[in-house]
């Protein structure tokens, strides 16, 4: 549980929030899923947009209430929650009804969401190469030295090595782009996952079984962002395909995957132009 301590917290104005706020951004993926979750809770919520385009998320600011300068973040009676899935679990915890960490599954559970949060970096490299293809580099060097220099730099008192491995990534990605290479890498671990929930709806409808779980919220995330990029859900993984339908038919979830015309249009511009090169997702991975 990632639970900060006074010492990580910087802008102390958040310890005097009162109820469940979320600072978060409309089209992160790890927001969404938090969204989802609140939602299908019936969970009340302050909302506290971060724009990561501007990079508010680098600025003092945001840096003082999450050293690691990610989204989301819970403020909950004052307490700071990072991680979306240590946030999920504290909620649960805190809003037991509806269940949506099914009795006896807790510690399952746990590592599911673990080996989901593992391909987060995977899904970034997906995401920026094949839905948001920005021109340039996506973080610019005086955003890092921003990020670099601001925040506490430590989490639960303790010095965090998150941030310098996010710097890494930018730095990494202003270098050498979203090389084949590594797009490949990442397209083959999803393959992997996606093939073990498609053995798992085989046997049941949901993810955990009969109902609805935190699971299939967290994979419906992902299984959206990556078919947003092309990946051929449907061809390769029809059982998947069918349960992300069915989610998606669903208001709650189908509000928070909504993008504005613009950004569709733009990922339709993408698509095309991968396509007339011969760099879609399903050609670089070899799918
Ligand atoms: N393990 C973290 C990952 C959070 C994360 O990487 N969030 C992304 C958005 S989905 C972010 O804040 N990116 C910062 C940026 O794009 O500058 C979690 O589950 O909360």
Redesign the pocket.
Known sequence: MVQLVDGDIKTREVLDWKGVHLLH?SG????QKLRIFLSVKGIAWESHLID?HANE?FRPWFLGINPRG???VLVHDGVVH????DIITHLEKSFPAPKLIPAGFENEVAKLLRHE?DL?MDLRTLSFRFVFNPPGPP?SAEALQSYAANGSGTVQGAADPDKAAQIAFWERAAREGFSDERSRASAQKFRVAFAEIDQRLAASPYLLGDALSVLDIAWFIYAHRLSLGGYPIARLHPRVAAWMGKLAARPDFAREIASPPEVMAHIAATRRAHEQAGKTLEAIAGF
Not at 28 to 31: A, E, H, M, Q, V
Not at 82 to 85: L, M, V
């Open positions: 951004a992160s993926s790890c927001s990561l998320n990610l989204v989301p990072i991680e979306s899935n949060d987060h973080k």
